[in-house]
């Protein structure tokens, strides 16, 4: 893994940006995308680029179950909002979160993955070592599946919705497999509340209590993380 140290988000996503950049230019086709606060500096300077995305296509790693693609809460609504409406690709997938066959919407997802191979995967990380939702003891060889959210994400999800009953309690998510056959990988965390997780990621054994350890076995890693993130790295 290479490790890229950064002071702040800002120039975290300004880091990335210029990983990506490169990757496009080397001829990439293909950019796996993520949710979540993390990523937003990344897209921003994207959007704020004179790249060129309408000839390439993104793979979304992941879409509550239960909400359509308008719902102010989707991840479809998310990448729209923060990259798609200002930077459209040919091609953009997201889970579809409104099909409730779990059978159908994820093999569907994994015949998108097969299709479009990922060249560049970007990925945040949860406190738990989470990626995507795979939360700890998701099999390091999963494909697409619908994974149950934990009590304490429905519990920091509420404060989005009216009504708690509304708020998602499962996701279709990539799984860790899929993401470990994208070509390349960068990986964002920022603050003090990663710390474990990334230390775990980076130093401690591969192990499913921490999904994102699987990416020791990846040969091309690159974290970008500030000091808060990075402060229990051995």
Excluded at 157 to 179: H, L, Q
């Amino acid at each position: 893994m290479k490790i890229i140290k950064v002071k702040d988000t800002q120039m975290g996503g300004k880091e990335a940006f210029k990983l990506v950049k490169a990757d496009i230019e080397n001829g990439a086709k293909v950019l796996g995308l993520a949710t979540g606060s993390s990523p937003i500096t990344l897209y921003n300077e994207m959007t704020s680029s004179d790249l060129d995305f309408s000839n390439m296509t993104s793979v979304n790693l992941d879409e509550y179950v239960g909400l359509k693609a308008d719902n102010d809460q989707s991840y479809h609504y998310f990448m729209k909002e923060h990259l798609f409406s200002k930077k459209p690709f040919k091609n953009s997938y997201v889970p579809d979160g409104s099909n409730p066959d779990a059978a159908a919407a994820t093999s569907a997802y994994d015949k998108i993955i097969e299709e479009n191979p990922i060249d560049l995967q970007i990925l945040g990380i949860g406190r738990n070592g989470h990626i995507g939702f795979n939360e700890p003891g998701s099999p390091f060889d999963g494909k697409t599946r619908k994974v149950g959210l934990t009590e304490s994400t429905i519990e920091a999800n509420t404060r989005f919705f009216e009504d708690e009953k509304d708020v998602p309690r499962f996701a279709y998510s990539m799984g860790i497999g899929s993401i470990m056959k994208a070509k390349k990988i960068i990986l964002l965390a920022y603050g003090e509340n990663k710390a474990d997780a990334i230390a775990a990621t980076v130093d401690g054994p591969v192990t499913e209590d921490c999904p994102a350890s699987a990416l020791q076995n990846h040969p091309d890693v690159t974290l970008i993380v500030d000091d808060a993130a990075a402060s229990k790295l051995k």
